[in-house]
């Protein structure tokens, strides 16, 4: 945040920021500071780390022999900027790998360790170089608590147990006594552990009645020990499945903490032609926004089910992969799922944050999908150079609401339409930290209109407002590696204040966070 703008001298303030469209949005927004609500939890601000295409290897790990710049062989350009968006949580190592991972490969001398092909990824081989150690010291560089998914798929609950007593057992044990010889004296801790990945799909194709029990059996062996306490993450519904929901919170119940939803963003809907990451039309960028609206409504929906076993909300929803999908990017291999990153991302990922702020009670954790190189990815690297994607600096610019009060808003948006469809132009979320200070994000979905927002807020009076806001000229405008950042915050000026209310105006397709005291 820059200086602060005292609220009591604002009365000229330019709308210079303010797209130059002819036809500009109206709306009133009340920040209910009145009916502060949830906090919302830290881990909702979670990335995800598969062996997958170019994430591991390359976008983290280059080796310590690497004239990449590295720590114990992780780069430190893209350490330091993860470590700047105070990632609370970091789920490895997969998605569709850890059901075919056995931890055992990635222990002990990196030249001795078996390679693997990655069946799920290209049949590529894994040289399983980055492995538990490796995984636990990048936790612990970049400041993150370690979520590890285990193999429920070609896994056995003898091997789960062994991985958990391996990671975190102060005693004198073989497995600990193993950790110990291979470099690691003290135990880690180990606070989240995920049975199994997509068991209705690549991690088993099982149905949610023969999972339930697998997770029964399973998450018997998943042991607190030597102070270490986990939080057990069943694997749970895509999309719109709520019978598993269901069946999950019937049959497993409590002996769950967290129960995973996965929602990805494709702009077709369709699997085998999901549209392009850039050069897009405008009305993809409409259909892109309304898809990753429903995020809201599954989140309702499956917590509707969970209340019916569960009104206590002591199991979290954990939506541990989200994100947009779209075809690879020309020219790269399909199985690495490299795509390029664009303002639209940046209104998808804002659009996403604010869903999780609003359901605070019941949203424990999320994980976008996925941390660099992969899908939306919020860093991209190519050799030595990296990159912070617009995805990025939401995530950095909203990172003021880790672990603040949800404050509701009302927001009465216009509508944005293009031909037969229609979204709210506008979406908003709020929190209070605990220093006393308001944050409200407000997302600008339409392409082309400007919005005028005259913002109340209810309970408080607070004196200062800044702000800053994230756009770019145009709709698929990203960062490139060899020229000057496109998409990057800017101190927000566009407002003014006047009798109790703020008039705020919005340039098209942006992101403004405020901080107001
Ligand atoms: O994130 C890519 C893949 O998407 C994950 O491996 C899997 O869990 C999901 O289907």
Redesign the pocket.
Known sequence: MKTAVPLTILAVLTFGQAAQTPERLTADLTVRADQPKATINRNIYGH?A?H?GRLVYDGIWVGESSPIPNTRGMRNDVVSALKNLNIPVLRWP?????DEYHWRDGIGPREQRPKRLNT??GGVVETNVFGTHEFMDLVDQIGAAPFISMNVGTGTPQEMKDWVEYITSSDDSELANLRRKNGRAEPWKLPYVGVG??TW???GNMRPEVYADQYRHFATFVKNQSGNRITKIAVGA?DANYTWTDVMMAQVGQRMQGLSL?Y?TLPTGNWSKKGPATGFTEADWLATLQRTLRMDEFIRKHSDVMDKYDPDKRVGLMVD?WGT?YDVEPGTRESA?YQQNSLRDAIVAAVNLNIFHQHADRVQMAAI??VVN??QAVILTQGPKMVLTPTYHVFEMYKVHQGATSIPVDLASPEYRLGQSAIPALHASASKDAAGAYHVSIVNLDPTRAAQVTMKVAGASPKAITGRVLTAPAMDAINAFDRPPAVAPAPFTAFQAQGGQVTLTLPSKSVVVLELK
């Open positions: 995800f598969e997958l997969g998605g569709c790998f850890a799920n990824w990945n997509e799909g690549c991690g895509s996965h990805y992969e999908w799922l999908a996925q992969v899908l």
